[in-house]
């Protein structure tokens, strides 16, 4: 199997491939879709054999559960069976967008797609595509990252084909995804919310709705506990290449701290920009949380590509707007 790869740059060619997406989805297909966090590998979430495939294709372990993506906050009620104020709260201030909420799920989920738990994280994604897709489907879609389990997350359709072009019928190319990392997840069966997994929206924005929040866990989970959540595992959006996250002062410093060979270690920095000098690369993303965020992940694609053996990542800042890249780095290392 090839996958097809269909253009939406002009609306004819979104329009048709709205359709070819929804015909494959309706036949219990996979589809590759892009959101405006990551590339989403879509399955009818309704359809247990649909979304068996997700993880047979993924390599996705059986107790990591998938995310519900849906199109408006009436399709939201219909995948769960309470819907709380503060989750209306929540979706007027941030839907459609990149947060997720836990609530517990309506018996029309099916189990594979909760990992067996009690409970569903549902989310309105901005990204255009998607919502027509759904629109179209009239059902909602199960939509974890579409690569391989643990890997790095996709965030344009070439990340897409290289890791599962041989999996599955159609990619359908939207651009470059403009946040760059996955949803912020919120647990809503719990008082007061708990963030399960930080993104974008952070902790302080989500306080101003809720009006408090308990701490996310920051302790990684290890493999077969049941997750209430996706991006708990304790690795994930790994590179193939070994990644470190380091702090220097200056080339000398930072030379003096790496003992693999510089010919083969890629650089990725942010403030203290090194000599590129014996280097395999020196790459630099601006010391912005949100530029570098959505910069990150094709970064790491591009050394695995290039075929680094390390990839040193400068520390990032201990605030409120970097927490969500530091988990995912701090998980990619692990």
């Not at 890791?163 to 990619?171: H, N, S, T, V, Y």
């Not at 008082?191 to 306080?207: A, Y």
């Not at 942010?270 to 965020?293: K, L, M, N, Q, R």
Request: proline share 8%; aromatic share 4%; hydrophobic share 45%.
């Amino acid at each position: 199997m090839t996958a097809e790869i269909l253009p939406t740059h002009t609306p004819q060619l979104f329009q048709s491939a709205v359709r070819r997406a929804a015909e494959l989805l309706r036949a219990g297909e996979l589809v590759a879709l892009p959101t405006e966090t990551v590339y989403g590998l879509a399955a009818n979430a309704l359809d247990p054999r649909a979304v068996a495939k997700i993880f047979q294709a993924k390599g996705r372990p059986a107790h990591n559960p998938i995310i519900v993506h849906i199109a408006s906050v009436e399709m939201a009620t219909r995948c769960v069976t309470t819907w709380p104020e503060v989750a209306e709260k929540l979706a007027q201030s941030f839907w459609p967008g990149p947060l997720t909420v836990v609530l517990p799920c309506a018996k029309e989920i099916p189990d594979v797609v909760t990992a067996g738990g009690p409970t569903v994280g549902v989310r309105w994604p901005s990204h255009p595509f998607i919502q027509a897709v759904i629109r179209e489907c009239g059902f909602p879609l199960a939509a974890p990252s579409a690569n391989l389990s643990n890997q790095i997350s996709p965030t344009n359709a070439e990340h897409v084909r290289k890791q599962l072009g041989a999996k599955i019928r159609l990619i359908v190319d939207g651009g470059q995804s403009q946040v760059g990392i996955e949803s912020t997840v919120l647990d809503l069966t719990t008082e007061p919310p708990g963030v399960l997994r930080p993104g974008m929206i952070h902790e302080e924005s989500l306080i101003a709705v809720t009006g408090d929040l308990v701490s996310h866990r920051r302790k990684p989970l290890a493999g077969g506990e049941t997750l209430r959540s996706p991006g708990l595992l304790a690795k994930h959006y790994a590179p193939k290449a070994k990644l470190v996250v380091l702090d220097w002062r200056d080339t000398a410093d930072l030379r003096s701290r790496i003992a693999h060979p510089a010919s083969r270690t890629h650089i990725v920095a942010h403030t203290h920009i090194p000599s590129g000098e014996g280097f395999a690369s020196v790459s630099v993303i601006p010391h912005d949380a949100e530029a570098f965020a959505r910069a990150i992940y094709a970064e790491l694609h591009r050394c695995d590509a290039a075929g680094a053996e390390l990839i040193v990542v400068e520390a990032l800042p201990e605030t409120a707007q970097w927490r969500a890249i530091a988990d995912r780095l701090r998980r990619a290392a692990a």
